[in-house]
Nanobody, 119 residues
Framework: VQLVESGGGLVQPGGSLRLSCAAS????????MSWYRQASGKERELVAG????????NYADSVKGRFTISRDNVKNMLYLQMNSLKSGDTAVYYC?????????????WGQGTQVTVSS
């Protein structure tokens, strides 16, 4: 199983970035997917989530209206479009996959990609 994030980097306040997460080794279309982030010295927090079929999304209040999560179940890809970035968005962003089986929860994490918002 692999979740490989990309698209992070340094961006000025007010700028945009698009994160991608390439999934392999599991049936991507059956997993709910999320983006989490962890800033230095802080706990990991949920940024956005999307259900397996893609029809329902949810966002942290801090990113509503600025970030958009999406997925492509044919390409096995997860995305996070981040607009109007602020310094408070600086963090390592992680892709997370979760499937609730009948007896067990299956979940996987990516290795993370650094996003730095600074002038």
């Amino acid at each position: 199983v692999q979740l490989v994030e990309s698209g992070g980097g340094l961006v000025q306040p007010g700028g945009s970035l698009r994160l991608s997460c390439a999934a392999s080794g599991f049936t991507f279309s059956t997993y709910d997917m999320s983006w989490y982030r962890q800033a230095s010295g802080k706990e990991r927090e949920l940024v956005a989530g999307i259900i397996s079929g893609g029809g329902i999304t949810n966002y942290a209040d801090s990113v509503k209206g600025r970030f958009t999560i999406s997925r492509d179940n044919v390409k096995n890809m997860l995305y996070l479009q981040m607009n109007s970035l602020k310094s408070g968005d600086t963090a390592v962003y992680y892709c997370y996959a979760r499937y609730r089986g009948y007896f067990k929860v299956y979940d996987y994490w990516g290795q993370g990609t650094q996003v730095t918002v600074s002038s």
